[in-house]
Structure formats: structure tokens, C-alpha cells
């Protein structure tokens, strides 16, 4: 009896071991799992934490990289202003020699007015030297001296409006054809010397002859000239403006590109239509076509370029009219 008592105590006893090995168990499970999920929460803190110094890293080469361009843009700028004044100076030195050779070129072409001065003053000095040994007296001469002064300022304005006629268009007050044809070459040398953009517009009113059979061709010179007024207030004073041919003008544009132009272009459309044209006291819809080239993009001649703009016209004019178009590159462009 004595021996199971002892035997029960002992069984007891182990079970009571197992009991605590296996809660043990547990309890190394358990810490296992708790390490392996502090394992990857520290981990997971590495990773934030590696982020975080790439996110700053980042963001300290972005502010350094920002304030490195900004300064580099600032000396650009400087240099750029500075290069700006010397091309302005070159340029106005060039201009101011092509407006001597295209001076130069005009006195050849209009000979016969540069004579007539001529002749007219020598007339009229031989009429008041004959009038200085006919009479005497100081006052007299003063007179006649006077005399003389106004006649040459007579003929001086004579040459210079003879001069103004000579490349003015007469109804519409634009520049002529033959003015268009020099200029275009002076700017497009310009452009070219200095590798600037240089555009050309063309423009055409819509239906002019409608306008003209309807209402009369005195109405349709009045079209023409308010048409000159409203296109001259939307461009620069370094544009200009020429009558091409009937109800054609150009507009050169120096030192403009093709998206100013087309800007410029569209402004124009706009005026255009919104403007209020009168003929016998009907209001009379107007409205114009317009076509953009740019050199060097379109061409780099000047006939290349009006062609191409002409074309551009044409396009909008097939296009349902009021409206601006672009010229097509060609591959083939003149070289």
C-alpha cells in the first residue's frame, strides 16, 4: 500500500513536469513569434528609415541642383543682355548701310527727278543773280536770298515727296511692290548674317469683287483703305506693310517665328471681321485669308518664301476663307 501511495506521488509529480514542459513549449513558441515579428517590424524600420535618408538625400540634390541652374541662369541672362545690345548696335549699323545702298539705288532709278531739281535751281539762280545786277541795296539781296532759301526748300520737299511716292502705294498709303521686293531681300540678308527668324504674311479680303460689283469700286477703295488702317494697328512699327497686288497686301515681320506670326495673323483676322465696314449706308461683311511662312523653317529664299506663303493663302482661301493657315514644309526646300 505504502508502494502505490509512493507511485501515485511520483506519477503526480511527472505529470505535473510534463505539464510545465509543455507550458514551457508554449511559452518558447510564443517568444518565437514575438521575435520573428519584432524581426520584421525592425526590418520594416530599416526599410522606412533608408526612405526617409534617400527621400532627403533627394531632396537636399534638388536644392542644390535648383540653386546651381538658377545661378548658372542668372549668368546666361547677363551674358545674353549684353550680346542682345551688341546685335542691336551691329544691326543698326548694317540697316543704316543697306538704307544708304537702297538710297543710292533709288537716285538710279529716278534720274529724271534728281535732274529737274538740278535744273530747277540753276533756273532759279540765274533769275535772281540777273535779278542781283538789275537792283541794289542791301534789303534786296536780303530779299532775294530768302527768296533763293525758300525755292531750294520748295525743291528738297519736291525730291523727298517724289521720293515717298516712289515706294508708297498711292490709295492705300502701305508701302508698293517695289519697296516689298527690296526689303524682303534687305531683311532676309539680315536674318541670314544674324541667324534670326524672319515671317511673312499674306493677306487677301474674301469676295473682293463681290464687294466692288455690289456697291461700286469708290466703296471698294474704302474697303482697301480701312482694311491698310485696321491691319497697320496690329502689327509693330518694325513690320511692314505692303500693297502686293489688287486687294493682296504682305506683312514682313523681322525677327519674329512662325508662332508669333501666326499670333499676330489672327489678330488680324479678328479685327477684320469685327470691324464695321460701310458702303450706301449698308453695313458690308469683310473678311480676309491669310496665309504665315517663316524662313529659315519654309524657305531661305525670298521667292521660295513668298511662294510658300501664297500657297498658305490659298489653303485658307480653299479652306472656307476668314481664316489663317500655315505653310507645309517641304522636304524638297530650296537650298
Known sequence: MAEDKELKEIKKDLEMVVGEVKNLK???????????EFQERYEEMLKKEEQF???????????????????????????????KLMRRSIRAQVRNQIKKEIDKEMKKQIPGIIDLVKTEIKNKSVEIVGQLKRQTGKKLEK?????????????????????RRAIIDGLTGAYNRRFFETKMEEELNLAKRFRNKLSLIMLDIDHFKKINDTYGHGIGDVVLQETIEVVRGQISSTDSLCRYGGEEFTV???????????????????????????????????TISLGVAE?????????????????????????????????????????
Do not use: C, W
Open 26 to 36: 508554449e511559452q518558447l513558441k510564443e517568444a518565437k513569434k514575438i521575435g520573428v
Open 53 to 83: 535618408l534617400g527621400e532627403m538625400n533627394s531632396e537636399i540634390e534638388r536644392e542644390i541642383t535648383v540653386v546651381v541652374i538658377g545661378n548658372i541662369k542668372k549668368t546666361i541672362n547677363k551674358e545674353l543682355a549684353s550680346l
Open 143 to 163: 530779299e532775294v536770298i530768302e527768296q533763293v532759301k525758300d525755292a531750294t526748300s520748295v525743291l528738297r520737299e519736291q525730291k523727298e515727296e517724289s521720293e
Open 252 to 286: 514682313i515681320m523681322p525677327e519674329t517665328d512662325m508662332e508669333a506670326a501666326m499670333t499676330t495673323a489672327e489678330k488680324i483676322r479678328k479685327s477684320i471681321e469685327e470691324h464695321a465696314f460701310y458702303g450706301e449706308d449698308k453695313l458690308i461683311n469683310v
Open 295 to 335: 524662313y529659315p523653317t519654309h524657305a531661305i529664299l525670298k521667292q521660295a518664301l513668298v511662294e510658300r506663303a501664297d500657297a498658305a493663302l490659298y489653303d485658307a482661301k480653299h479652306s472656307g476663307r476668314n481664316n489663317v493657315k500655315l505653310a507645309k514644309k517641304d522636304e524638297q526646300k530650296d537650298v
